[in-house]
C-alpha cells in the first residue's frame, strides 16, 4: 500500500454496468421461480430457474473479473491509505445493509408470531373477526399446514441444526486464529487455519443441504407450508446464500495465500472477508434461537 497522501482513480471499467444486469436478472428470475414453485405453475414454459442460475453466473463473471482488477491494482502498489479507508468504509456499509436485510426477515417472524397469530386467534380482538375469516384458528406455533391440508412438523433444534451452530461458532474461531498468524507473519499457520475454516464453511453448507431434503420429503415442509413455512425458508435459504458467499471469499483468500499474497499490516482483503464471516457467523445464532429453538 502507498503510504503517498493521494487518492487513486481507477480507470473506466464495465464491471459496474455488468454487476447492475446481473443483479436485476437474479432478482428477476428469483422472483418468477418463487412464484411459479408457490402456484405450481407446469414446469413446460417456464423461465423463472433459468433466468436465476443466468443472474448468478453473470454474479460470479462479474466478481471475478471485478476483484481481479482490484487485486492487480493492489499488487501495483496503487492503494493509497485514503483509499484503503475508504475500502474500510465501504465494507461496513455493506454488512450494515446487510444486517437491515436480515433485520426486515426477523421482524416478519416477529410480527406474525407476536401480531397476526394472536389477533386472528380473537387476541384483543372486539370486533372479532377471527370468528368471519377462520373461526377455528388456534394460537399456536409453528403454524403451517401442508398443501395436501396434513399437519406438518416443526425442525428440531438439537440435531443437524445445532451441529451447524458448533460448526460456525468453530469456523470464527479458526478464522481469527488466521488473522494472528498473518498478523504474525506465520505462513504455515495461516494457511491451514485459513483451510479449516473453508473446510467448515463448506460442511455446514453440505448439512444445510441434507437438512432441506429431509424437510421437503419426509416431513413435507416447502415455501407452501405456511407463514411457518414461507420464513422459515427465506431466513436459513437467504443466510445458506451468504454463507456460500462468505466461502467463496475464504477460498479466493486462502489461494491468494498459497501465492504469497498479503503481509503482517497490509491484508485488508482477508480482514474484509474476516469480519462478512463472523457476521454471517452471528446472524445464525440469532437464527438458531428464534427460528428453530424458541
Not at 471499467?13 to 428477476?28: E, N, Y
Amino acid at each position: 500500500m502507498s503510504d503517498t497522501p493521494r487518492y487513486y482513480v481507477p480507470h473506466s471499467s464495465i464491471w459496474p454496468i455488468v454487476g447492475s444486469l446481473a443483479l436485476f436478472v437474479t432478482v428477476f428470475g428469483a422472483a418468477s421461480f418463487i412464484q411459479q414453485s408457490t402456484e405450481k405453475v407446469e414446469t413446460q414454459g417456464s423461465f423463472g430457474a433459468p433466468v436465476f442460475y443466468l443472474g448468478l453466473t453473470l454474479i460470479a463473471l462479474m466478481m471475478f473479473g471485478w476483484f481481479g482488477a482490484v487485486i492487480r491494482e493492489s499488487l501495483k502498489g496503487l492503494v493509497s491509505q485514503q483509499l484503503d479507508r475508504t475500502y474500510r468504509m465501504a465494507m461496513f456499509w455493506f454488512i450494515v445493509s446487510e444486517v437491515m436485510f436480515f433485520a426486515a426477515f426477523f421482524g416478519a417472524l416477529y410480527y406474525a408470531r407476536t401480531i397476526s397469530v394472536p389477533w386472528l386467534a380473537g387476541a384483543d380482538n372486539k370486533l372479532e373477526t377471527h370468528l368471519w375469516l377462520w373461526p377455528d384458528f388456534a394460537d399456536t406455533w409453528p403454524l403451517f399446514r401442508t398443501p395436501g391440508g396434513t399437519v406438518s412438523e416443526s425442525m428440531q433444534a438439537w440435531g443437524l441444526p445445532f451441529v451447524n451452530t458448533v460448526i460456525l461458532v468453530t469456523s470464527s474461531l479458526t478464522v481469527t486464529l488466521a488473522h494472528w498468524a498473518l498478523k504474525k507473519n506465520r505462513r504455515l499457520p495461516l494457511i491451514r487455519w485459513l483451510g479449516l475454516t473453508v473446510a467448515l464453511g463448506i460442511t455446514f453448507l453440505t448439512l444445510q443441504a441434507v437438512e432441506y431434503i429431509h424437510a421437503y420429503q419426509e416431513l413435507g415442509l416447502s415455501l407452501r407450508s405456511g407463514i411457518y413455512g414461507s420464513t422459515f425458508f427465506m431466513l436459513t435459504g437467504f443466510h445458506g446464500a451468504h454463507v456460500t458467499l462468505g466461502t467463496i471469499m475464504l477460498t479466493v483468500v486462502w489461494l491468494r495465500c498459497l501465492k504469497g499474497h498479503f503481509t503482517a499490516d497490509k491484508h485488508f482483503a482477508f480482514e474484509a472477508c474476516s469480519w462478512y464471516w463472523h457476521f454471517v457467523d452471528v446472524i445464525w445464532l440469532f437464527l438458531f434461537t428464534f427460528v428453530y429453538w424458541f
